[in-house]
């Protein structure tokens, strides 16, 4: 019974539009306002396919209210900051992993603000175990299925580069990075075990800078993987593990 229930919600939400979603949704109150203030609601409620990566308001509160009201009080800043979280065309969790390679984890999607975003999508077992940050906020909730495109529920308001010179959304940005979840940096290598498109187990070797400098051949099982790895780690000056299944 719960799973008929779950499935007619399912295809009702995708009969609404990308706003009727989020506006019904009640946790994007502040985006609601923003969209309405910079006449952008009427987009989002077009035809479209449009891909939205979409703030919450626990997003915006972690701005401040003092840089929030700047924004939303100027109207050029405001176009750019929205217009930066929308993308043309529907892309799904799947398609942003389809395209990525086993030299690069990385999609590069152009906004409607016309500067790239850059999606990082870190594979488990599959598609359904992948994680997928944008321009290094997480994807908290993806592929909200909509009338005229999908959402990304973003847990991080995302600025264009072009906007990180502003003295407060510079300064904004800095003291995030400062305190949010860095990646862990090492002197060393460090060997990535993960599942590629044919469900095999591969290993990538990157430098620490995070330069993919080398791809093992696939295998059967993660032990084989592992074998392999241990074999050649001497030569690669001991490098790190990092298990992504």
């Known amino acids: 019974m719960y799973v008929m229930i779950h499935i007619r919600q399912w295809d009702i939400m995708k009969e609404k539009t990308i706003l009727d979603t989020i506006v019904e949704s009640g946790e994007f109150i502040t985006l609601t306002r923003a969209l309405g203030l910079a006449n952008m609601a009427k987009i989002l409620n077009g035809k479209g396919p449009f891909t939205l990566f979409a703030p919450t308001d626990e997003a915006f509160e972690a701005l401040g209210e003092d840089l ?7 109207p050029e800043m405001l176009d750019e900051v ?8 529907t892309y799904t969790s799947k398609t942003m992993w389809d395209h990525i390679s086993e030299l690069e984890d990385t999609v590069s999607i152009t906004t409607a603000q016309g500067e790239p ?6 594979t488990g077992l599959g598609v359904e175990d992948i994680v997928i940050t944008v321009n290094g906020a997480t994807v908290e909730e993806e592929d ?6 999908i959402i990304h529920v973003v847990n991080t308001v995302l600025f264009p580069p072009s906007l990180y ?11 995030r990075e400062k305190e949010g979840p860095q990646r862990t940096s090492s002197a060393t290598p460090k060997f990535e075990i993960y599942n590629d498109k044919t469900g095999r187990f591969r290993f990538r070797l990157k430098s620490s800078e995070g330069m993919v400098i080398a791809v093992g051949e696939g295998f ?3 032990q084989e993987c592992l074998d392999a790895i241990e074999r050649i780690k001497t030569n690669a000056n001991s490098a790190d593990i990092i298990d992504l299944t």
């Open 68 to 74: 929030v009201e700047e924004i939303l009080d100027d």
């Open 82 to 89: 929205l217009l930066y979280h929308i993308a043309s065309d």
């Open 144 to 149: 909200i299925h909509c009338s005229n495109g």
């Open 220 to 222: 059967a099982t993660k």
């Open 165 to 175: 010179d502003h003295p407060c959304i510079g300064a904004s940005k800095e003291t």
């Open 117 to 122: 975003l850059m999606v990082r999508v870190d």
